[in-house]
């Protein structure tokens, strides 16, 4: 069974400084995982995706994750937080069923607050 | 390009009522198809799955069911509504293309916002 945990339910950071969001999973085998950024009142939103090709992984609006075995995170950062940042963030990981209907486990969640 | 729609968008419903979401993906064909409900400050939990048309696997116990009476839509229904119903609903489609760098990938819809009453 795999598990995901966010170490912080809640972030802030001013506009302009860098983001860090930390990660940690648990997995019997090698993951795919995720971040998917919710606004309020809306659905999720796919940043990333880690599926083993590269351990940095580069996502929309600027942010990336780095997968790390050795310490099994995968910690989503971004250089300069802009205020459009603000909202829900969450990690997740795959139990790789391929060919058939895949099961997500999400992480409980970090929310961003980017202040002026 | 792909598309996932959900309706209605928001929703009140009294204690005991029947209730009926309805999400719809276009763009492709023969996805997977998810329900997860989001309840007040808590994560997702993935109510309901689908493979195909007619074929519904549920996830946890419930007074909800689901239904996917064509390819591409996947309704999730109650005959009668719980308070502890109330949520956000979210539908979430999956591409079954066979290739294993795309299978567990999932695509939220909008969302539906379910207050029960």
């Known amino acids: 069974a795999q598990s995901v945990t966010q170490l912080d339910s809640h972030v802030s950071v001013s506009e302009g400084t860098p983001v860090l969001l930390r990660c940690n999973y648990s997995?019997?085998?090698?993951?795919?995982l995720f971040w998917y950024v919710q606004h309020p009142n809306k659905g999720l939103q796919l940043l990333l995706k880690y599926t083993s090709a590269a351990t940095l992984v580069k996502g929309i609006n600027g942010f990336e994750a780095e997968f790390k075995k050795s310490e099994t995170s995968f910690h989503l950062t971004k250089p300069s937080a802009h205020m459009s940042d603000a909202a829900e963030y969450f990690c997740?990981?795959?139990?790789?069923?391929?060919?058939?209907?895949?099961?997500?486990?999400f992480g409980t969640g970090t929310r961003l607050q980017v202040t002026l | 390009s792909q598309t996932i729609h959900q309706w209605p968008a928001t929703l009140v419903q009294p204690v005991g009522s029947p209730l009926s979401l309805e999400c719809t993906v276009e763009g492709t064909s023969n996805p997977n198809l998810y329900w997860y409900r989001q309840a007040a400050g808590r994560g997702l939990q993935l109510l309901f799955y689908s493979v195909g048309i007619g074929q519904i696997s549920s996830e946890v116990p419930q007074n909800l069911s689901a239904s996917r009476p064509q390819d591409r839509q996947f309704i999730l229904s109650s005959k009668k509504l719980l308070l502890s119903d109330s949520g956000f609903y979210l539908c979430?489609?999956?591409?079954?293309?066979?290739?294993?760098?795309?299978?567990?990938?999932?695509?939220f819809g909008p969302g539906t916002r379910l207050t029960v009453l």
């Open positions: 979430a489609w999956g591409d079954r293309s066979g290739r294993a760098v795309f299978t567990d990938t999932q695509y």
């Open positions: 997740v990981v795959s139990d790789g069923s391929t060919g058939t209907a895949s099961k997500l486990t």
């Open positions: 997995s019997s085998y090698s993951p795919s």
